[in-house]
């Protein structure tokens, strides 16, 4: 008991801006309120508090807390062939001031993901805290729980489903219990292999993935959720209109996902009911590689090419709207150079989706994403189902001596090539060369007062002001870069604290002021 009073005391701080415990933040909807820099540049050392190195690479956000720093990283390697192998992670603590370790510990895995990879690697998973402890997470096979002084409380060592990678699913800490999504038979689990059928002789729903809840002060395990969780999804909290807490996580997905049909679920986390589905929707190829977002007035999802939304209390839908059909553009005509407003037209192209996944959040009576055939932000006004697309460059290349080039053309965007500090290619994955648009489980973008960061795998992160009196070029602020073109690789969010955004690639961690 004397812990939770502790966390409900430092997580009142949280809510105002000075740390950002999680992945998804102080807020558990990546926003925040608060005033960060829009404009910087690491390649002209502009508006650059400090850079740490790191010995190799990974893909976990920055967890941040006070004058503390949490991350987790790759053991380093030796040579390129080891990064479709390798197991064991790092995790760090870190000098908010400079950048500078204070103390690491060690995670082992047993399933390889391969380095790098554009749907996730074994360091996916941010840190959380509550300001007294920290809980490390190791895609590959373990989680761990450690004081502020890096004296480990808790271990758990245990053997992941390989059937899929999965990006989406960060672990949540609320109200004592870390909420994670596991597969519920671990040793039926074994028999499977990637993107096979079930085996015979394993009971199929024994070896979906679930949201778990454990104590995070013990490691106990509390309790299961029974509708199932698809990995390629990120679960989320909040709270509904009697205040009662609860999880949105969804089913379905590719490579014949073994939780189905497709459907979101709101799930009770209430003391006692923990788990208990309010409501479990069947939602015909609802897009689960996003974040899901939902309030007190709705559930805001993606179905194949619609935008769609539930009623939360029942999870009946509400209204559905075509993502592709009359829409409103802002396009930039390159060769021209300016800009075209064209209304009420269809958006080219013939993929399935039109999202780059987890790239979406709702602010205010806007739902944001990044387009996928096209190099577009989109928005989806919840009032009226409006839908809007802004263009914007595929990518930013700065120079040494400050000049800059807005890539328009894919055709010309410059590879990113995934290389660690140390000159060691991590290519687990040929995709991993791209800009970070499209068929990727890209970075989620987070919310500082008014402003949207939306980072890119080539460093490339955009800033959109959510407040601008129209969706167009004014509403772009700043295009940013995290390093050199070509040399820069990074999928992971922001995160913000008290006046600074901290950034991370396979190379570096960088305090932005």
Not at 254 to 275: D, K, M, Q, V
Not at 445 to 461: A, D, E, K, N, Q
Request: hydrophobic share 40%; net charge negative; charged share 20%.
């Amino acid at each position: 008991m004397a812990a939770l009073c502790a966390q409900g005391i430092l997580a009142s701080a949280a809510l105002a801006g000075e740390n950002w415990p999680q992945a998804a933040g102080p807020n558990f909807g990546w926003k925040v309120a608060g005033t960060a820099a829009t404009e910087w540049s690491v390649v002209e050392d502009r508006n650059i508090k400090w850079r740490s190195t790191l010995p190799e690479g990974g893909q976990s956000s920055v967890t941040v807390w006070g004058d503390r720093l949490f991350l987790t990283s790759y053991k380093p390697l030796e040579s390129a062939a080891e990064a479709a192998s390798s197991t064991d992670l790092l995790a760090y603590c870190l000098d908010a001031k400079d950048g500078s370790v204070l103390w690491t510990a060690e995670l082992p895995g047993s399933v390889a993901v391969g380095v790098a990879g554009i749907f996730s690697d074994a360091s996916v998973f941010a840190p959380v805290t509550d300001g007294r402890y920290v809980w490390f997470f190791n895609r590959s096979g373990s989680m761990a729980c450690y004081d502020w002084e890096g004296k480990r409380v808790w271990n758990r060592e245990y053997v992941p489903r390989n059937r899929h990678t999965n990006r989406q699913a960060e672990p949540i800490l609320l109200n004592g219990q870390l909420l994670v999504v596991e597969v519920r038979d671990k040793e039926a689990a074994r028999k499977l292999q990637r993107h096979q059928p079930v085996p015979e002789d394993v009971n199929a729903r024994s070896v979906w993935t679930y949201v778990h809840g454990y104590d995070a002060y013990s490691g106990e395990l509390l309790w299961t959720e029974s509708t199932g969780t698809v990995v390629h999804n990120c679960p989320s909290v909040g709270r509904l209109a009697n205040g009662e807490w609860a999880v949105l996580h969804a089913r379905g997905g590719p490579h014949h996902a073994l939780e189905t049909p497709y459907g979101l679920s709101l799930s009770s986390l209430s003391r006692g009911r923990e788990g208990e589905p309010l409501w479990s929707t069947e939602i015909q190829d609802v897009n689960p590689m996003m974040v899901n977002v939902w309030d007190e007035q709705g559930v805001y999802a993606f179905a194949g090419e619609d935008h769609v939304i539930l009623d939360t209390e029942t999870g009946r839908l509400r209204s559905q709207r075509s993502l592709r059909r009359e829409v409103d553009r802002w396009r930039y005509d390159a060769e021209a150079g300016d800009w075209v407003f064209q209304a009420g037209v269809d958006l080219e192209g013939k993929k399935p989706r039109l999202n780059t996944y987890a790239t979406n959040i709702v602010v205010g009576d806007w739902h944001y994403f990044l387009a996928h055939e096209t190099n577009a932000i989109g928005r989806v006004d919840l009032r009226n189902e409006r839908v809007e697309y802004l263009d914007l460059p595929y990518q930013l290349s700065v120079e040494a001596d400050g000049s800059r080039q807005l890539i328009w053309d894919l055709r010309q965007a410059i590879p990113s090539v995934p290389r660690n500090s140390r000159g060691i290619e991590l290519l687990s994955d040929q995709r991993s060369r791209g800009t970070g648009w499209g068929h990727v489980s890209a970075a989620s973008p987070i919310l500082v007062g008014r402003y949207l960061y939306f980072p890119m795998m080539s460093g490339t992160v955009y800033v959109i002001d959510t407040q601008a009196p129209n969706f167009n070029a004014n509403a772009i602020v700043a295009i940013n870069d995290l390093g050199p073109a070509g040399e820069t690789w990074s999928l992971s969010s922001l995160s913000y604290a008290s006046g600074r955004l901290y950034a991370r690639t396979l190379k570096e961690v960088v305090c932005i002021e």
